[in-house]
């Protein structure tokens, strides 16, 4: 079964700096998709970026990016000119490509606070 | 407006006192699922379905009960609840290809006393 590890619980950042969030994952499978998920007060969740394990270049969305290392099975987030707004929890998951049930598989989340 | 609606957003029980808690969702997606969100566990899936009548377990189903009878439906049924289901719960919807993000629902906050 695959297995998708946050080691930090906990992170901080100063507004406007940048800050990386961890993420690793276990699977035996080759084709692959990782997510990192947002979850602020609200609990609403919410997609921030999406990486196909079969694309090399890694994902961007305006000030977010990730670094996939697929032979290392890492996929970590940078979040960049951090801002208030980005205060969450994290969540990174993985998603199997095989064609039976495919679950998100969640890490247990990193909880990001953003110091004015 | 694509969504996920879930409703209670906020439920306080009763130990057995069976309940219900409904998923809808717009988009005409086939696969759904729910899933049950604690501190320091992430998100765990506890059931879902690949389409109408197509149900299945997930990783924590005990306890839990749901139904697809039609493909915008996904109720979470509890026959008999106990404490240790207290839980955020999210119902996800996501369309048959695989490399689309799943949609959520605003969650429900369920407490059992």
């Known amino acids: 079964a695959q297995t998708v590890t946050q080691s930090q619980p906990e992170m901080s950042v100063q507004e406007a700096e940048t800050v990386t969030l961890s993420c690793t994952y276990d699977t035996s499978e080759s084709d692959y998709y990782l997510f990192w998920y947002k979850q602020p007060p609200s609990r609403q969740m919410i997609l921030v970026i999406r990486q196909e394990a079969y694309k090399q270049q890694n994902a961007t969305e305006n000030r977010f990016s990730v670094n996939f290392q697929k032979a290392a099975k890492s996929f970590s987030l940078k979040i960049s000119d951090s801002q208030l707004g980005d205060a969450a929890m994290y969540f990174c998951a993985y998603r199997s490509a095989d064609s039976g049930n495919t679950p998100l598989v969640f890490g247990k989340g990193t909880r990001l606070s953003v110091i004015a | 407006e694509a969504q996920v609606t879930q409703n209670p957003r906020y439920l306080i029980t009763v130990t057995g006192k069976k309940l219900t808690v409904t998923c809808s969702q717009n988009m005409n997606h086939e696969y759904m699922s729910w899933y049950r969100q604690d501190p320091g566990l992430g998100l765990r899936q506890i059931y879902y379905?690949?389409?109408?009548?197509?149900?299945d377990k997930g990783d924590v189903p005990e306890g839990y009960k749901v139904s697809r009878k039609e493909k915008r439906n996904f109720p979470l049924i509890l026959e008999s609840p106990s404490p240790n289901q207290t839980s955020l719960y999210f119902c996800?919807?996501?369309?048959?290809?695989?490399?689309?993000?799943?949609?959520f629902g605003q969650g429900t906050r369920l407490t059992v006393v």
């Open positions: 379905s690949m389409n109408v009548e197509v149900t």
């Open positions: 996800a919807s996501s369309p048959y290809t695989l490399n689309t993000e799943a949609f």
